[in-house]
């Protein structure tokens, strides 16, 4: 048997068993569990990786799981979006795996097995929701996800318990009107498979049946992804939980339900039906300018930092529906480079958060006093991932702006194209609020003192994921081109 | 009124399905919200469940007797779909039903934790005092 031609189901099957294994191992020896994992994400880094490579290769794989021919059994489709969208998750991962170990043992000490097992389940969840091809399948691994992900944000103790409930509800009404969606769609089609249905679905473009499963379907996932309207269950969820978690939550969740739904959209769908359903004036993308706008303004009456970037997460949800929706080549092609980017660039944020607040012990713009002094690299690090929220060159989200707004300017789209610059001009303000402070904003006593403060950098497992971060953001922003040209173009192509 | 006798299992999944969410929105308590979640997936499974419904079909249990020797046997193969009632929504919602366990439970645990840390299960008591 071909090991490269099994790699997309070991994506998904290597990190399942060593969950279980994680379990038994940390039973009897926890200080095993951090090890296991660490290795079990290198190893699925290299399995998405693999798969990535044999796609631009080979083109787009179709995979059948236990060999049963599509329609009647689960095939996993890994095309050029998906094996992209894999390797994002897999390079986040694997960073917040290295991550964890000391704020894990810091937090939650006597539940570091419990975290870990449920940590690399999600991934798998994670994973399963991007290359699986299969409708009904989708719906078990979008649960799969919430609930793992439920049960890691409960691990934030007395506050998070509450938001995370809250979380939990709405979460679920999410999923179940996915799975009503797709009840629709099998009453009309009489299958579940994704390519297969895609095909039935242009004959069938009048019925209301259609209609209903493609507005259930994404107002479901428009829950999951907390777009606008549907955004109250984020910011809290994603505070009171351990830094950790929500180095892993945020950059994911969010942008994995985004390609979910440009999955949905344009490949179950397809455009020529999507956007024949939305005409006139009132469309989705001023529901993105809503979003983008409520994000930034949210965000910019926030004293905590924590709580500020996940409403700037708000916000950059509206980014990438807008872009989706914006019905032309640069606008997709902006959010799926979004997608990676802000998953990267949100990544490098929260770790260096994370750290900051491991040290400090707080995240409030108050205390990050003369953090550059106590914390240059990290400090350094959270900069690096600040220019690519605002958009400055050559960072990764100065490209992904580029294209929305390249985008929303060909489809005439003027007041995305405001909301995107008013966002970039409000992350400014913002970040240079905790530049300042971080920067010039000594403690008093320090000046007449004029004491040396001591260098205080947070230990190598924290410090060396933060950097690789800040270091992907410039180099993900620095090969713009190779991403596109080899990956994006091939998707968006076929489509328009 | 023809309607709703000829759909009325469709009318059903609706009504329950409003109002599980009628009680996830409206309900203070918390047990009662998740009562109320167990109710719309429910009401979900019912609308899979009605899809499934052939008129006059068996259930989905196909018995040959096929002698392999007799080439002529295998007309007995042939399978008229309309006699027998369609059993994939039943599977897909044995799935649903086990994801509606696991979040049930995931749910009563998180509202033992938020008793043991609120001593109360009332939302709006819970919300005073996040707010103090």
Redesign the interface.
């Known amino acids: 048997m071909n090991i490269a031609a099994q790699l997309p189901v070991i994506v998904l099957v290597l990190p399942l068993l060593s969950a279980f294994a994680v379990t038994l191992v940390s039973l009897f020896n926890k200080k095993l569990a951090w090890p296991l994992t660490v290795l079990t994400m290198t190893a699925t880094f290299l399995a998405t990786t693999g798969t990535l490579c044999s796609v631009i290769h080979n083109g787009a794989i179709r995979y059948r799981v236990a060999n049963w021919a599509p329609p009647f059994g689960i095939e996993l489709v890994i095309d050029h979006l998906s094996a992209l969208v894999a390797v994002v998750i897999s390079i986040v991962a694997l960073l917040v795996a290295i991550f964890a170990k000391e704020t894990i043992q810091k937090d939650i000490p006597n539940r570091v097995g419990q975290f870990y097992t449920l940590f690399i389940l999600c991934t798998v969840g994670l994973l399963g929701e991007t290359l699986t091809g299969d409708a009904f399948n989708l719906y078990v691994l979008i649960e799969i996800t919430s609930l793992t992900s439920y049960a890691l944000l409960a691990f934030g103790g007395s506050r998070a318990y509450f938001s995370t409930f809250n979380y939990l509800i709405l979460g679920t009404i999410g999923a179940c009107l996915y799975l009503l969606g797709v009840g629709y769609l099998y009453i009309k089609t009489g299958s579940l498979n994704m390519i297969d249905i895609a095909t039935l679905i242009p004959a069938l473009s009048g019925s209301s049946a259609i209609f209903t499963a493609f507005i259930l379907i994404l107002v479901g996932l428009w829950i999951k992804m907390a777009f606008f309207p549907f955004h109250g269950w984020l910011p809290n969820a994603y505070t009171h939980a351990t830094s950790t978690v929500s180095a892993f939550a945020a950059p994911l969740m969010t942008k994995v339900t985004v390609y979910m739904s440009i999955r949905l959209m344009y490949f179950v769908f397809g455009p020529d039906y999507a956007f024949s359903q939305f005409t006139g004036p009132v469309n989705i993308v001023w529901l993105a300018v809503i979003a983008i706008l409520v994000g930034s303004y949210y965000a910019l009456v926030q004293t905590d930092i924590k709580r500020m970037l996940t409403y700037i997460i708000i916000a950059e949800v509206g980014y990438m529906v807008g872009g989706m929706w914006l019905g032309n080549a640069i606008g997709l092609t902006g959010t799926i480079y979004h997608i990676a980017a802000d998953a990267i660039m949100t990544a490098c944020l929260f770790l260096a958060l994370g750290s900051i607040a491991y040290k400090l012990g707080s995240t409030k713009i108050s205390d990050m006093a003369g953090i550059f002094k106590k914390m240059p690299v990290t400090f350094c690090a959270f900069l690096v991932g600040a220019a690519g929220m605002i958009g400055i060159p050559p960072t990764a989200g100065f490209f992904s702006k580029w294209f929305l707004i390249s985008g929303g300017i060909q489809a005439g789209q003027w007041a995305f194209v405001v909301a995107l610059l008013v966002s970039s001009l409000v992350n400014a303000i913002l970040f240079f609020r905790i530049i300042e402070v971080g920067f010039f904003g000594a403690d008093d006593e320090d000046e007449h003192d004029a004491v040396v403060v001591q260098r205080n950098e947070a230990p190598l497992s924290m410090l060396l994921p933060t950097v690789t971060a800040a270091a992907l953001v410039i180099l993900l922003g620095l090969s713009t081109s190779k991403v596109t040209s080899l990956l994006i173009e091939n998707i968006v192509g076929s489509l328009f | 009124m023809n309607l709703i006798i000829a759909k009325f299992n469709y009318v059903l999944y609706i009504v329950l399905m409003m109002m599980g969410?009628w009680a996830?929105i409206a309900k203070s308590n918390?047990i009662k919200?998740v009562v109320g979640?167990g109710i719309?997936?429910t009401a979900?499974i019912l609308?899979?469940i009605s899809?499934s419904v052939k008129k006059g079909a068996n259930i989905p249990i196909i018995h040959h007797h096929v002698d392999p020797n007799h080439a002529a046997d295998a007309a007995h193969m042939v399978i008229d779909a309309a006699k027998y009632a369609n059993p994939l929504?039943h599977v897909?919602m044995l799935?649903?039903i086990v994801?509606g366990v696991?979040?049930l439970g995931?749910?009563l645990t998180?509202?033992q934790?938020?008793y043991q840390?609120?001593h109360t299960i009332e939302e709006d008591e819970?919300l005073e005092q996040?707010n103090q």
């Open positions: 969410l996830m918390l919200k979640l719309f997936q979900i609308f899979y899809i929504p897909l799935t649903a994801v696991a979040t995931l749910a998180i509202i934790h938020i840390e609120h819970i996040l």
